[in-house]
């Protein structure tokens, strides 16, 4: 909270400044502690107020030693000097003309804070709208969604597991009821992965992420019918934009494609639960951030590669990479 106090030049002795004036009493009120009598050694001191002066910090000041004398049970010439400890308080300021404040690391804090989520949506979407680029164009080369997107799970798997062996990333604590709460998550998350991709595979990148734009009004809606929660109206109102601008995408869609839509609809739906599940099971444990979606990787990856063997197949991945290459050459690796 700041304050500030505006006076006229006055000068005056510190010892003055807490002298009674006056033998009738007074009722005064301060918004800090009352200031102990001063030593009558400061009375030379001068304190002028010319400017305003703001508030910035009150705080304890390191306790006053004082010579106090005391009688001993000995002789009654041996009188001991003992410190007394008294209490001050210090009161921070600085003058209307200056503009930065004595204290002002908590305002650099919050401000490096915000930066630095800044930095993680721009790096975010950036790595985003690379990763959906590459994957439509690994896609259109080799159309095989189940193995691509097991592909992508086992790179991301891979990656952290070198941090975690090279102490880049500090490894996780997990146990055997982490594991457990984290398999419903890793089942729609493995099922929005996959829908995701096949919408890929099927209609334009533009137009998944149009359909996929829509999660949050599953998210209400499931929330809403299957658990019962309540939101305010507007919130249900900000709905109608939304389903009405995805609604009208998929009829103005020169190249819609029903699976592709429908994988699109599913990974939302995917998601919604993922996340349900994440906030239900996942509560009060440990691992968060980076580790939590490693782990949460690592399963998917084990729930997803017998089922993208089961569909596709290492027959038909062989005969489709036999084709890519003789059609694009070894730059398809990359």
């Known amino acids: 909270m700041m304050s500030s106090l505006k006076q006229p030049v006055v000068h005056f002795h510190g010892s003055d400044a807490f002298r009674p004036q006056s033998s009738v009493p007074s009722r005064r009120f301060s ?5 102990p009598a001063l030593n009558t050694r400061w009375s030379s001191s001068v304190v002028s107020l010319s400017k305003p002066l703001f508030v910035s910090k009150v705080e304890s000041f390191s306790p006053l030693g004082t010579l106090k004398r005391s009688s001993s049970t000995g002789d009654a010439g041996d009188n001991d000097h003992v410190p007394q400890k008294r209490d001050l308080i210090i009161c921070r300021a600085y003058e ?5 404040p004595i204290d002002d690391s908590q305002a650099r804090s919050e401000a490096a804070r915000r930066v630095k989520i800044g930095v993680y949506f721009a790096t975010w979407w950036t790595l985003n709208v690379i990763f959906n680029i590459y994957n439509k164009k690994v896609l ?5 969604p189940w193995l691509t997107s097991t592909l992508s799970l086992a790179a991301g798997s891979l990656i952290m597991l070198i941090s975690w062996a090279l102490r880049i990333a500090e490894t996780p604590k997990t146990d055997l009821d982490f594991w457990k709460a984290l398999f419903p998550v890793a089942v729609a998350h493995t099922i929005g992965h996959v829908a995701a991709t096949v919408s890929m595979s099927k209609v334009a990148v533009s137009f998944t992420h149009i359909i996929k734009s829509g999660e949050p009004a599953f998210s209400v809606l499931v929330s809403r019918f299957l658990l019962g929660e309540t939101f305010p109206v507007p919130v249900y109102l900000s709905l109608i934009p939304i389903i009405g601008g995805c609604a009208l995408a998929a009829v103005t869609e020169l190249n819609f494609n029903m699976v592709g839509f429908m994988g699109a609809m599913i990974s939302n739906l995917a998601f919604v639960f993922r996340n349900i599940f994440s906030k239900r099971g996942m509560k009060g444990k440990s691992v968060s951030g980076m580790n939590y979606y490693a782990c949460l990787s690592m399963m998917s990856l084990l729930i997803l590669t017998p089922f993208a063997i ?3 197949g290492p027959q038909v991945w062989a005969l489709g990479w036999q084709k890519a ?4 050459g070894p730059q398809l690796i990359w």
């Open 140 to 144: 259109n080369a080799y159309p095989f």
């Open 325 to 328: 290459v003789s059609e694009i």
């Open 96 to 100: 209307a003309d200056k503009s930065i």
């Open 310 to 312: 089961a569909v596709e």
């Open 31 to 35: 918004v800090l502690p009352p200031l």
